[in-house]
């Protein structure tokens, strides 16, 4: 072998060592960033089947986004009882006024190539509407007009089942008086975005689903959105169910066409709507302008605020700016959480109406999302709830706590908490139900579960790990 290939043979060992180090050391990172991935799914499976087989519902469909990516998407329980059919992740459920959001976005769409403005009044397109000069499109997507609701039941009405156009609705009900003076209060009304269809339609010179198809969907990739008020769910999608009282599930009833129109009609997997939330989230479709205008709170014209912007609920969630809206419509439920700033978001559907089970699920997986120091936390509810318990006998770990906080903890003070908390017995529950960051310190606060009551407890602890305050109150209190 000439010194040349001994050279080569040389140079390929070295590479050939290299490359195996870097496999090795990229191999571990993967593990290491699959870890705490893999956790949180097992995390979420075991929260979402806990909490549909508490609540009794059919099924639930899971999707969510961390880090702007889709790390979970799951579908659980019955989509039929009879004959049953399993839920898929690919099956499509209705999402209810959750589609307010995208009426909203088509609107935005429209004022963007300047065809209309927000704050253009309605009777530019529709005259003959009660006030129709003095209310402003934007009153309408912030539920601020004064139109009357045309459908606060939480049930489906017999007319409700005949096929009726959405201009008969608003002859009904956007031509009697309004209900208040135009941007002087806040109330939730379908009416509303019944309007705003109409305005989407005369001002596209196109009919509502095929400007949102065209303009919305289409360019999201969303293509397996169906349009319930003007057809139905296919046969290997979920039924819809309902139940009288506490009695068993029941096929729940389909609304006639035009019910839906533009405030409700939408029905899409759970994950195609986390792809809708990571287009908010990344600003994909509209301009950044639009979005401020799409996700800011509105204020009355006293200057209240309403936690509303155009079709969504704004509002803060532990200091976490959220995005969210609830939907419920015949046979469904829905629930979307979208955290922006944290490029995160949560989504639930449901097919049974009249639960709280997508809203409350959404809650509950919201701390598993976030909870970036699991080990931290039980650390911290453990040494609390030791704290607690010591309170009970009137005794107290002073080296745990400031001197602040050990002058809070005087004689009487201990007296005090022994003598009324003494005698409710043993915690059956220590839930930890918000945690933020205040005047530099960590604040915890707990759920407590007493045999017979429940209490407030919470906490406010320095960097150094001392605590400046540990407080026990009644539930409400």
């Keep these: 072998m000439s010194i040349r290939a001994n050279l080569m043979s040389g140079r390929a060992r070295a590479l050939s060592v290299v490359c195996w180090v870097a496999w090795a050391w990229l191999g571990a990172l993967a593990h290491a960033e699959s870890q705490p991935a893999t956790e949180l799914r097992t995390k979420i499976d075991a929260t979402v089947k806990k909490a549909l087989a508490a609540s009794g519902a059919p099924s639930a469909s899971v999707a969510v986004v961390k880090d702007a990516q889709i790390v979970f998407a799951n579908a659980y329980g019955s989509a039929r009882i009879e004959p049953r059919l399993a839920a898929g992740v690919d099956m499509r459920y209705c999402i209810g006024s959750v589609s307010k959001q995208f009426t909203a976005t088509a609107i935005l769409l429209l004022a963007e190539q300047g065809a209309l403005s927000l704050d253009d009044k309605v009777g530019r397109f529709l005259p003959h509407l009660s006030r129709a000069n003095e209310v402003t499109i934007r009153m309408l997507l912030s539920h601020t007009s004064g139109y009357r609701d045309y459908w606060p039941q939480d049930y489906v009405m017999p007319t409700m089942l005949v096929p009726t156009p959405p201009t008969v609705i608003l002859d009904r009900w956007a031509r009697a008086p309004l209900d208040f003076e135009p941007g002087t209060k806040w109330q939730y009304s379908n009416t509303n975005f019944v309007i705003a269809g109409l305005i989407i339609e005369k001002a596209s ?215 009324s908390l003494a005698p409710l017995g043993t915690p059956q529950e220590f839930k930890e139900t918000e945690h933020r960051v205040r005047g530099g310190m960590v604040q915890r606060v707990y759920s407590v579960k007493m045999p017979k009551r429940s209490l407030r407890v919470w906490s406010r602890e320095l960097k150094d790990g001392k605590l400046e305050e540990f407080l026990v109150a009644g539930s409400g209190g």
């Design 205 to 419: 010179g196109m009919p509502y689903m095929q400007f949102l198809r065209t303009r919305v969907l289409e360019p999201l990739g969303l293509k397996n959105v169906i349009d319930l008020d003007q057809g139905a769910l296919a046969p290997t999608d979920p039924t819809g169910y309902l139940r009288y009282a506490l009695g068993p599930l029941r096929p729940a009833p389909k609304m006639g066409s035009g019910w839906l129109f533009a405030m409700g009609q939408l029905a899409m997997t759970a994950s195609d709507l986390a792809r809708w939330n990571l287009s908010m989230i990344e600003h994909r479709l509209l301009k950044p302008a639009s979005y401020a205008a799409l996700t800011t709170e509105t204020l009355l014209k006293n200057g209240a605020a309403t936690h509303y912007g155009l079709g969504i609920s704004v509002s803060l969630d532990e200091d976490r700016r959220v995005l969210r809206h609830a939907g419920e419509i015949s046979g469904f439920t829905a629930a979307s959480m979208v955290f922006p700033d944290d490029r995160a978001a949560i989504v639930v559907l449901v097919n049974q109406d009249a639960t709280d089970l997508a809203g409350d699920l959404a809650m509950q997986l919201k701390p598993l999302l976030f909870d970036v120091d699991d080990a931290s936390a039980t650390k911290a509810r453990e040494r609390d709830r030791k704290i607690f318990a010591g309170l009970q006998r009137g005794v107290i770990e002073r080296g745990l706590f400031t001197a602040a906080a050990n002058s809070y903890f005087s004689a009487q003070a201990l007296k005090d908490f022994a003598t």
